[in-house]
């Protein structure tokens, strides 16, 4: 069984920004699979649903960003799921925007969520990093993720959650191929090569927290 994590800010307040996408793309999981009704569960927003033939439980905290890793470790230790089970979608600023990328540990680059994961779980867990490009300036950093998408930017953010969606029974089977399938989807939708991430970006300890 895999508990599947998506990261963001629980409210309306919160559900176009920048740093919520990793909400949106359990959302388009949950409706390319069916998912049962949501329900509060674990200090989120729970649902379980057959993905290639595997049950899986989604959860979106609702304990905010910076409080992740309490609703994680309840679900985690419910269901009796390792960590390793574990996988977690989330904003990344180190990537292009429409550019994904997968992770197992390592640093969480002034991440709140990310860390607060590894403080009550483990830090050995995979991530599922879905780049939201950078503001260029580390003093922008916090009202960039917490400022929804611009409306230009919603072609490419529903087609990588689409492609998520998609493609989430190799994430879980094939995890080797699950990336290479999600980025010939983009391709194919128009979204290719992007701009790279500004210098400023690549100075992950150096990045103020977010969210």
Request: overall charge positive; aromatic content about 6%.
């Amino acid at each position: 069984m895999h508990l599947l994590v998506g990261l963001g800010n629980p409210g309306q307040r919160y559900a176009g920004n920048r740093h919520n996408i990793g909400f949106m793309a359990l959302d388009a999981i949950h409706r390319q699979w069916r998912g049962t009704p949501w329900r509060a569960r674990f200090q989120g927003q729970t649902a379980e649903a057959v993905i290639g033939g595997a049950k899986t439980i989604l959860l979106k905290p609702e304990t905010y960003m910076n409080e992740s890793g309490r609703a994680v470790g309840e679900a985690m230790r419910f269901f009796k799921i390792p960590l390793a089970g574990v996988i977690v979608f989330h904003d990344e600023l180190d990537l292009p925007p429409a550019k994904l990328r997968l992770k197992t540990g390592g640093g969480n680059a002034g991440h709140n969520g990310l860390r607060s994961i590894s403080q009550h779980c483990g830090n050995d867990y995979p991530r599922v990093r879905l780049g939201i490009g950078h503001p260029g300036d580390k003093a922008q950093v916090q009202a960039y993720v917490l400022n929804d998408f611009a409306r230009s930017e919603a072609p490419w953010v529903e087609d990588l959650c689409a492609a998520i969606a998609a493609h989430a029974d190799l994430l879980l089977a094939e995890p080797g191929h699950f990336q290479s399938k999600v980025h010939l989807l983009m391709e194919a939708r128009g979204h290719g090569a992007a701009e790279p991430v500004p210098k400023a970006a690549k100075k992950a300890g150096q990045e103020p927290d977010r969210g």
